[in-house]
């Protein structure tokens, strides 16, 4: 029961923080999650720990519904993007940027976070067995027009954003992951084993990556590593 509760509480803040507008559009966090010898932290822009890494799991600082929105008003504010939700010994905690535990989570403190479901504009489109990219239902394969990114890649996946207009979209070209925009300009290149679909993106402004499909990091759409 506690692995399942852990389990709701990860993808719904997962799910409701990428539904907030409280972060910049285009600003990267002050601290990043890191992992190193099986445990992550945070570490600065300047790739140093500010946050020792001694947490089985660590997300961006961001929202938390479940507490924005709890019954017990004493724990609202640690809701706040003041904040991250990180695991310990398998128990899910708030810290704040110094790395203090501020809030240790409760079944009772939770609260259901309402679904708004933002529909993304543009969506993959398989043609023999290439991908390519369309915004709009029905296509005519025959017009070259019809498509926005003719088939062309082995694998595309448009991230989750706050700008629908001008989505990141993750490919994969010649067996390596990158990172394209709608006119398929080259903005991620093509040298990585893997790719996260995750919410990095939405919540960070970064992509998690990997060159070897075993430890990944974080990098920003300049491709600088963290």
Known sequence: MKNFVLFFLF???????AQSDSLSVNKIPD??????????GYVNHKSKFVIAPKYNLAMFFNTDCNLLNSKNKKVRPFGSADFATVEENKIAYRIDKKGKKVYKYLKQDLATCPVEYK?????????????G?????????????DFVIYPQFQRLHVMEGNDIDNPMIVAVYNNKFGVIDKNAKVIIPF???????????LLGKMFEV?????EYFYVDENNVAY
């Open 11 to 17: 993808y719904s803040v997962s799910i409701f923080s």
């Open 31 to 40: 601290l990043i999650p890191q992992k190193i010898n099986g445990n992550f």
């Open 119 to 131: 529909a993304q504009k543009y969506k993959a489109y398989i043609m023999q067995g290439f991908y």
């Open 133 to 145: 990219l369309v915004d709009k239902d029905s296509v005519n394969e025959g017009n070259y027009k």
């Open 191 to 201: 040298i990585y084993a893997d790719i996260k679909l995750n919410f990095s993106w």
């Open 210 to 214: 990997s060159v070897d499909n075993k």
